[in-house]
């Protein structure tokens, strides 16, 4: 892990330093792994009491793939927005880590994506919608596509308990995934990142006099519990290494020192830090999976 010390690093050099640092490291060997997984919720210490999840087998050869995020997985959201190396890593990665240098890697993300509540607006769109316009029955589609849930949904429909909410909206992930299957697209289903609700419970929304939903950090561990009971085709369960000083919350350090005029510190969208520890676990988990499809 890389830290930023109070003085800060460029977004550049430090986008270096941890794709050196991630092409190194490489997928950790599962070999003897302990059957309980640590990966409970995205603060990643309470301990697991289902078993510990496998990735779910894919076909070969895979030589395209794509995926379909939100704003956090979309690379450029122009002046004054956010710039993530997070695409370029988990690309990069891939073709390193699956021996395959030429491997298509497409970002289809779009910002406002929804899983089924979307926000109001140009950028409102709900998954399912944008998965079958981008991928028609007939098209050269990939042989894999990847799709992060998203905390917008959560967010949105703020008067609603998670614990209602998410399975609805695992419903809806569900669906997704049947489309793909059934036109030949081998989906696989990344969790929620968490949230840190120190940033995010002051940001104000839209504008509006009130802050965003509170807890939001807990609701995006209900949204992840939910979806990793299900069978979904999910890739790993919870993100890794996100509550480091162990206080129950996704750590700020993971969220902040953009350049000055870019996204703010929100509590949701990544810094380089973030973008390197939610790349490495969705590239080396695919590696895995793409190396021993058949």
């Known amino acids: 892990m890389v830290v930023i010390g109070p003085g800060g690093t460029s977004r550049q050099q430090l986008a270096v330093v941890v794709l050196i640092a991630a092409l190194v490291a490489g997928p950790q060997a599962r070999a003897g792994a302990p059957l309980l997984d640590g990966r409970a919720s995205t603060n990643g210490n309470e301990l697991a009491t289902r078993a510990r999840h496998e990735p779910p087998p894919l076909v070969g050869p895979i030589d395209h793939v794509a995926i379909v995020g939100d704003s956090m997985y979309f690379e450029s959201l122009g002046p004054g927005g956010r710039n993530t190396i997070l695409i370029s ?5 891939l073709r390193f880590f ?12 779009r910002p406002g994506l929804a899983t089924k509540y979307p926000l109001e607006g140009a950028n409102g769109v709900a998954l399912y919608s944008w998965v079958t316009s981008i991928f028609p029955p007939s ?18 429909v703020q008067n609603v308990e998670a614990t209602a909410l998410a399975p609805v909206i695992a419903d809806e992930m569900q669906r997704v995934v049947d489309y793909l299957t059934a036109i ?16 995010f419970d002051r940001l104000k929304s839209f504008n509006r006099p009130i802050p965003v939903q509170c ?4 609701r995006t561990n209900i949204l992840n519990d939910v979806l990793a009971r299900r069978d979904l085709p999910m890739l790993f369960t919870s993100f890794q290494g996100t509550d480091l000083d162990n206080d129950g919350d996704v750590d700020e350090a993971n969220f902040v020192n953009f350049h000055p005029g870019h996204f703010p510190d929100d509590g949701v969208h ?9 790349g490495a676990q969705i ?3 695919l590696a895995e999976a793409i190396l021993a499809s058949t």
């Open 89 to 93: 890593l988990i690309r990069n990665r």
């Open 283 to 285: 590239a080396d988990r």
């Open 184 to 199: 030949g697209i081998q989906p696989v289903v990344v969790p929620a990142f968490g949230i840190n609700d120190a940033m």
């Open 98 to 109: 699956t021996g395959n240098p030429s491997l298509r890697f497409d970002n289809l993300s």
């Open 215 to 218: 807890n939001a950090n807990a």
């Open 139 to 156: 098209a050269d589609n990939p042989d894999v596509v990847v799709l992060p849930a998203t905390s917008i949904d959560l967010n949105v």
């Open 270 to 278: 990544t810094n380089a830090v973030g973008d390197a520890l939610i």
